[in-house]
Nanobody, 122 residues
Framework: QVHVVESGGGLVQPGESLRLSCAPSGSIWGIDHMAWFRQAPGKEREFVAA????????VYADSVKGRFTISRDGAENTVDLQMNSLKPEDTATYYCNRARVVAGDWYGLDSWGKGTLVTIST
């Protein structure tokens, strides 16, 4: 079981940037992929981006390609999400989780953390 704490959310205007951070703990030696997901009010949780623990394989949802960058800080053991050119439709609570892809769909494997709220608004 991997436990996570997400941080870095906030309120920004369209076009601005935010950097989210995820700190996993517990059985981190067994991690294959870590991923960021998000859930907007009234919508299903959706996949945003994933990275292997080694950092050598990265996948993005089409909606964030070219704007978001997922990375892993080996020294701090965090998984970060740099979000640029933010849009109102990026407003959501963002969660990270150990993840697995099955038939092209990404799933979180452990209990969900509290997430971090990102609000894009004028």
């Amino acid at each position: 079981q991997v436990h996570v704490v997400e941080s870095g959310g906030g309120l920004v205007q369209p076009g601005e940037s935010l950097r989210l951070s995820c700190a996993p703990s517990g059985s981190i030696w067994g991690i294959d992929h870590m991923a960021w997901f998000r859930q907007a009010p009234g919508k299903e949780r959706e996949f945003v981006a994933a990275i292997t623990w080694s950092g050598d394989n990265i996948v993005y949802a089409d909606s964030v390609k070219g704007r978001f960058t997922i990375s892993r800080d080996g020294a701090e053991n965090t998984v970060d999400l740099q979000m640029n050119s933010l849009k109102p439709e990026d407003t959501a609570t963002y969660y990270c989780n150990r993840a697995r892809v099955v038939a092209g769909d990404w799933y979180g494997l452990d209990s969900w953390g509290k997430g971090t709220l990102v609000t894009i608004s004028t």
